[in-house]
């Protein structure tokens, strides 16, 4: 009994040693984590988050109102979009689709507009599509750009 123990302890130890100097990590994680000399920069760095009103004149840019909902989406963008936005299944994000609403249509055409795209963004929006909606199959997200929709003028 204590030989059989002994020859399968050795067949066991070899069996060990092999498997580590076949399959062993030639570099450790730190030289792995060193070895890259550039770095991208993080996501919230490469978007360009600027305010809502900027460019206008003093009168709308320093509005109440306008500082309110300018100001509201400027420390969404910058908090917590970069947080969630990846998870929005529309081509231009809710944000940014908001704030080009706004900047078209105004104040009170464009907060409807950002309200029905609110209600539509949800898991199952790529589920829900009808035909003939505008699709991206390389980023697989749906394209709902604010130039597509069109105001009756009397």
Known sequence: MQKWYRVNKIWIGLFCLINSVLFSQTKTDTDLLFEKTTFEPAFENKRHV???????????????????????????????????????????????????????????????????????????AGIDMIEGVDFNSRTHKIYDHPNDYTFKNK
């Open 50 to 124: 600027t305010y809502l009103f900027a460019g206008k004149n003093a009168f709308v840019k320093y509005n109440p109102v306008s500082l309110a909902f300018g100001g509201l989406l400027y420390v969404y963008q910058k908090t917590i979009s970069v947080q969630i936005g990846a998870a929005c299944p529309y081509e231009v994000n809710c944000s940014n689709f908001s704030k080009q609403c706004i900047q078209n249509y105004g104040i009170l055409k464009g907060i409807p507009l950002t309200a029905d795209r609110l209600t539509r963004c949800t898991k199952l």
